[in-house]
């Protein structure tokens, strides 16, 4: 997967980062490594299906008597971020930011349920301006915008020849927000928090089962997403 090449690079260079940087009096670049959380606006609900096997979600409570999908909006996802950031000035910089979250729920669809593995990665970068570079704690803003991939995989909880689904789609996102670092030593600062906002487009796509139902998902913007991050930054 490309995602996963991407990941091993990422991890790569982070591992190398600080051993180079130690070797540098400038401190112009600084790595972030830490962990993440992220309240992500994932799971599917009726308003996002357009049609199921050809019929809409009203149509199917009118004949079934039950809901299509009956879950909540809201997926919690634990992962990880990576952040590296290049100053152009005390104050100014670059970032990139790689960072992926993962999460496994159970999902009620058409009365059945299936265990639902969600991932979430984003690919990002923009400027980032750091306020009190000279103290021993530094406040800091960033304005990231990039790439997300989502996916979950859906797996029917039967023994016997369970139905099997894949969705995934990668869409325009951003990342707006920022924290509070702590320095540790000449080298090395605590990230205490770190907070975004982490809206994502939405993308109209299909899925098709293993027992061949076609499902036709529409398109949302997902706005309501936020995610805090906490680790270790080296320069």
């Not at 398109?219 to 995610?227: D, K, V």
Request: proline share 3%; glycine share 8%; net charge positive.
């Amino acid at each position: 997967m490309q995602f996963q090449r991407i990941f091993v690079l990422v991890v790569t260079l982070l591992v190398c980062a600080p051993l180079a940087l130690a070797q540098s009096d400038e401190r112009k670049v600084e790595v972030f490594v830490g962990l993440s959380a992220i309240g992500a606006q994932n799971a599917l609900t009726n308003k996002d299906i357009k049609t199921f096997d050809g019929i809409t979600p009203a149509q199917f409570k009118a004949l079934a008597g039950f809901e299509l999908l009956d879950n909540e909006r809201y997926i919690p996802g634990y992962g990880f971020e990576a952040n590296v950031t290049r100053y152009f000035s005390k104050h100014v910089g670059l970032s990139g930011d790689f960072a992926g979250y993962y999460r496994r729920a159970n999902a009620r669809i058409a009365d059945t349920l299936f265990k639902a593995d969600h991932s979430i990665y984003y690919v990002m970068g923009g400027p980032k301006v750091k306020l009190l570079n000279e103290h021993r704690a530094n406040v800091f803003f960033h304005a990231l915008a990039g790439a997300a991939h989502t996916g979950v995989s859906y797996r029917e909880n039967t023994n016997t020849n369970p139905v099997t689904a894949n969705d995934s789609s990668t869409r325009f996102a951003m990342a707006l927000g920022g924290g509070i670092d702590l320095r540790i030593s000449k080298r090395i600062s605590a990230r205490l928090f770190q907070m975004d906002w982490i809206p994502m487009l939405g993308k109209d796509r299909r899925v098709t089962a293993s027992d061949g139902t076609v499902v036709d998902i529409m398109g949302r913007a997902q706005q309501g997403n936020f995610r805090l991050s906490a680790g270790l930054v080296f320069k």
